[in-house]
């Protein structure tokens, strides 16, 4: 069961992602300020994850891997696929990384990961495409 603590603990990856992975999916530069906001707040959840829901357990709710592991691999694979080192310096979390995608299997893992993964190496939405989207878009991550 969760502690009161773990049940308050806001982790918002999806929206620091977007904030990130939208203006390169557009084409567009990330503001040099808006990367280090998102990479201070993406370190902060990730040690959130590792100190206050895995511990020192094999997995995120006991000794087997369950749905809210997966959904927390899910999470991560955002950006990771975006190239940040999000494992560096927190080798709890990398371990069970491991477990889970040992679990899962690693070929059928990369495989449900295999968009995310390669995000970064995307190329930029077609102009036309991105005229409509880009005020939708801005105003979202603002």
Not at 18 to 28: C, I, R, S
């Amino acid at each position: 069961m969760l502690s009161e603590a773990q049940r308050s603990t806001p982790i918002p990856l999806m929206l620091d992602y977007l904030q990130v992975m939208f203006p390169v999916f557009l084409g567009e530069q990330v503001p040099s300020e808006t990367l280090a906001v998102t990479l201070a707040e993406l370190d902060v959840n990730v040690r959130v994850l590792e100190d206050k829901f895995l511990q020192d357990k094999a997995f995120l709710v006991g000794p087997h891997v369950s749905l809210a592991d997966l959904v927390a691999i899910t999470e991560l694979m955002h950006p990771i696929g975006g190239g940040c080192p999000v494992f560096e310096g927190h080798p709890k979390l990398a371990a069970w990384y491991h477990r889970v995608e040992t679990v899962v299997g690693k070929e059928l893992f990369r495989e449900a990961n295999e968009v995310i993964l390669k995000a970064k190496d995307s190329p930029p939405v077609n102009p036309i495409l991105k005229q409509k989207l880009m005020s939708r878009v801005l105003t979202m991550i603002q």
